[in-house]
């Protein structure tokens, strides 16, 4: 008998998945301070839109195909003297940014420096030179950055504090947002994600580990202490336990294309909020019900502390968000939709899991394929049969802007798969 053992180096697990807003490029960042990037192939053979090749009955391939373009190292490991810490090079987020004279713009981030990169090509390759960095400005670890409509400035997030950059000046920032209490033994509330508004420059949401959203207006103040509005769904009486706050903190939000919607992720469930209605949810999707009676488990193994991203496809249709052993769930969205896909990120799976037929696929580096079930999971149980592999979790994915397609990472591989 013959045993395969496959070990995967910390280092090139996938920390970060961004595509561009022309859906023609596409950025991943790992632990290791890497930036890869890779670049639409299929539609380079004519000039125009998807959209416009198809109306003059160009042949256009039936989804979108990436190839590997570059890399770069875009962090190093560092060390703050002051606190005798180590900080990691693994990249938090990537952000793109406007495209300028044929050259590509990118942020990436770790804890904490911001770095603006230009991308540009010479004869045989692609380039990388970082033009600024952005550094001392976080005393926690940064867990977002964002860029604004405007094209000049974007928001850098921790747990205590949201500041603005202009990309144009490195050396100085400015506190938009501060809710760290005089006396730190009074905090009960920390930031957990922020995003500007997709087109009202003056707007961004933040959410916070107390399953809050707030959204906020830059020109009501230049400290904003105060919302204009607060979304968050009142506590069910009775329901509260040890474990209510801890699965409350919403760990990543974002902007519909439109900006009318706000998607936000907490441990157990995705919703969707109105910013013109604030009484609640207008849905709410169940992720991780099944896990409820594992609370005190995912506790002890610190499982109950991932932090999963989610995603809206460009028209604003669907949700996603990702899962234990390496599964993720797309959701339909429109009213009375009951759309539950669970997905499956993985080079070869098991032909048993296949219950409903597969659908040509192609991928970036491998095939993903459709698996199992519709609707809600059976408690602990996963595509196999198998109690859910809490070790194996798809935490990053994004949705193509303009595409039926989603780009996810399982441990070191990424994933292209077509809903």
């Not at 090139?12 to 960042?29: N, Y």
């Not at 580990?209 to 009775?238: M, N, T, W, Y």
């Amino acid at each position: 008998m013959m045993y395969v053992f496959v070990f995967v180096i910390a280092v090139d697990i996938i920390s970060a998945i961004e595509f561009d807003k022309t859906g023609d490029h596409l950025a991943t960042g790992d632990r290791g301070g890497r930036v890869v990037l890779f670049e639409r192939t299929d539609t380079k053979e004519h000039v125009g839109s998807r959209r416009e090749l198809e109306r003059v009955d160009y042949p256009v391939s039936r989804h979108p195909e990436f190839r590997y373009k570059t890399e770069f190292q875009s962090h190093e490991p560092e060390f703050d003297y002051l606190k005798s810490l180590e900080i990691e090079e693994k990249i938090n987020k990537i952000r793109w940014c406007q495209t300028a004279n044929g050259a590509l713009f990118l942020l990436s981030t770790n804890d904490k420096t911001i770095k603006y990169w230009k991308v540009t090509s010479n004869e045989t390759s692609l380039v990388a030179r970082c033009r600024r960095v952005y550094a001392h400005a976080h005393d926690y670890h940064i867990n977002s950055i964002s860029n604004n409509s405007d094209g000049e400035t974007f928001i850098s997030a921790d747990d205590l504090r949201i500041n603005l950059w202009n990309l144009e000046i490195s050396n100085q920032s400015f506190n938009i947002v501060d809710v760290k209490p005089t006396n730190m033994e009074d905090l009960t509330e920390v930031i957990t994600s922020a995003e500007f508004h997709p087109t009202h420059c003056n707007m961004l949401a933040y959410s916070s580990s107390k399953g809050s959203v707030r959204l906020i207006d830059l020109r009501q103040s230049a400290l904003c202490d105060s919302h204009s509005k607060l979304f968050e769904e009142q506590e069910a009486p009775g329901s509260r336990s040890f474990f209510t706050e801890i699965i409350a903190s919403i760990s990543d939000i974002k902007f519909a294309k439109n900006g009318r919607y706000i998607l936000s992720r907490d441990y157990m469930t995705l919703k969707l909020w109105d910013i013109n209605m604030d009484s609640g949810p207008v849905s709410t999707f169940q992720v991780h019900e099944y896990l409820r009676p594992k609370l005190c488990d995912l506790y002890e193994n610190d499982s109950i502390f991932d932090k999963f991203e989610c995603c809206l496809s460009g028209d604003g249709m669907r949700v996603a968000t990702g899962s234990y052993s390496n599964l993720f769930r797309v959701f339909g969205c429109p009213p009375g939709s009951t759309e539950a896909i669970t997905l499956e990120a993985s080079k070869n799976p098991m032909r048993r899991q296949v219950q409903t037929p597969s659908r040509p696929s192609r991928s970036v580096s491998s095939s993903i394929t459709r698996v199992v079930r519709r609707g809600a999971d059976s408690a602990g149980v996963d595509a196999n049969g198998n109690s859910f592999d809490f070790t194996t979790k798809l935490l990053h994915l994004a949705w193509h802007p303009t595409e039926n397609s989603i780009a996810c990472a399982a441990a070191n591989s990424l994933y292209m798969y077509y809903v």
